[in-house]
């Protein structure tokens, strides 16, 4: 099928450092301003355009080809959940490719790239080296950017610009839910998801495996609640987790009272990390696509995880009762904590990938066995969080 929209408009892309990358825009005829980060991703640009952890990002996919196979429809499942994105719009603050692909065909694609970008209002650049601005963003850090379209793009004057930074904003009041939301209503199990950005197949993961899912705001006092559920879910979200004060309050709360399991992914780790006393750290480029490998500390195993994040736990010395569940294999930044003796543990990575692996699925299982144990049975915590994925491994030997 055929790109309907012809935009040749010239654009560039301003690094606060100084470089400046030429190209031409695709996607709506708009100036954006917005933190320069890459992903190794090779498909699934769909869904990382809408997860919300990319919110006041400039995304720029080392991947060559883009847009080759368009934008699905808004198809929901049975659970009310969008199908093909992980929230109901394009997060991203504008995206860099180095060859849009201006004929796509897939079964399910409905529009272009291009029309969806211009839909939504959202800047796009091809044309541009991503081999080379990659590599800058490795070597200098992610860096502060402006994505500019039209003949003001040709004017290479970095000195004039502001570049404001969205990690000074607190990004995840800006993503989160502002009122509470329940999914699969009829399921055995209740869970509270302190939404800080959430991706819909988070969602899905925890409906389609029987779960009741109540979504509530990021600073939503869960604990005054908590005869109301039976575990807790921490959820991915943007920006410094420095900014959700309330929620790690409310997660200190919880570890030193609550007698029920918690979960939490990405940020969810951040927060959870932050509220036994640990603290973060910015990366310098932070780790962002589907083929980041970490290790599991207690047997050894390693996966090839999906990640999405540029902040990272400092866990080199670790509170008391508390132990590294999963670290880095390439970069040795911690990818996950357990608490020693409660039902409480996190992990840096996304178990559930889409796109991308999904070797760590098992998270879930693992976590809504603790909830039905504690539950159902009125049993306490004592299996290790690598029981579940020791028995997988064994069953595929």
């Not at 995304?59 to 959940?81: A, H, M, R, S, W």
């Not at 999914?183 to 009741?212: M, T």
């Not at 939490?264 to 083929?291: D, E, S, T, W």
């Not at 866990?315 to 970069?331: E, G, Q, Y």
Request: glycine share 8%.
């Amino acid at each position: 099928m055929s790109n309907t929209v012809n935009n040749t408009l010239p654009a560039s892309l301003k690094l606060k450092t100084g470089q400046i990358f030429h190209g031409t825009s695709f996607g709506a005829p708009v100036n954006t301003f917005g933190e320069a980060v890459f992903t190794t991703s090779l498909v699934g640009y769909p869904e990382s355009m809408t997860d919300p952890s990319y919110t006041g990002q400039i995304l720029v996919f080392t991947q060559p080809l883009i847009g080759n196979y368009g934008v699905p429809g808004q198809d929901k499942d049975e659970f009310g959940l969008y199908k093909y994105f992980e929230s109901d719009g394009i997060q991203v603050e504008g995206i860099i490719v180095n060859d849009y692909a201006t004929e796509y065909s897939h079964w399910t694609a409905v529009e272009s790239l291009s029309e969806w970008c211009i839909r939504h209002n959202v800047p796009a650049i091809s044309g541009v080296d991503t081999r080379a601005l990659t590599q800058i963003l490795r070597d200098q850090g992610s860096t502060l950017a402006q994505i500019c379209v039209g003949e003001e793009s040709t004017i290479d004057n970095i000195s004039a610009l502001e570049f404001p930074n969205p990690n000074e904003e607190n990004l995840v009041a800006k993503v989160s839910t502002k009122v509470p939301i329940t999914y699969n209503p009829k399921g055995e199990l209740k869970i509270a998801v302190i939404d800080c950005g959430v991706k819909q197949n988070i969602l899905r993961c925890l409906a389609s495996r029987g779960a009741c899912v109540t979504v509530l705001p990021y600073n939503y006092d869960f604990n005054a609640v908590a005869d109301q559920f039976d575990g807790v879910f921490v959820s991915n979200g943007p920006g410094s987790p420095v900014a959700c004060v309330e929620t790690i309050k409310n997660l200190k709360a919880a570890i030193d009272h609550l007698k029920k399991p918690i979960f939490g992914i990405c940020m969810g780790n951040l927060l959870l990390g932050m509220a036994a006393g640990l603290q973060v750290y910015k990366l310098p480029f932070g780790n962002r696509g589907h083929n980041q490998p970490a290790l599991n500390v207690d047997t050894g195993l390693c996966y090839i995880t999906s990640q999405n994040h540029g902040y990272a736990l400092n866990d080199t010395c670790m509170p008391k009762s508390w132990k590294r569940l999963f670290v880095n294999a390439n970069d040795g930044s911690n990818e996950g904590i357990q608490h020693e003796s409660k039902p409480i543990f996190s992990v840096q990575f996304h178990p559930e990938a889409k796109g991308g692996p999904q070797d760590t699925v098992y998270l879930f299982e693992e976590f809504l066995k603790h909830v039905r144990a504690q539950k159902v049975e009125n049993e306490g915590f004592h299996a290790s969080i690598s029981d579940l994925q020791t028995s997988t491994v064994a069953a595929f030997a």
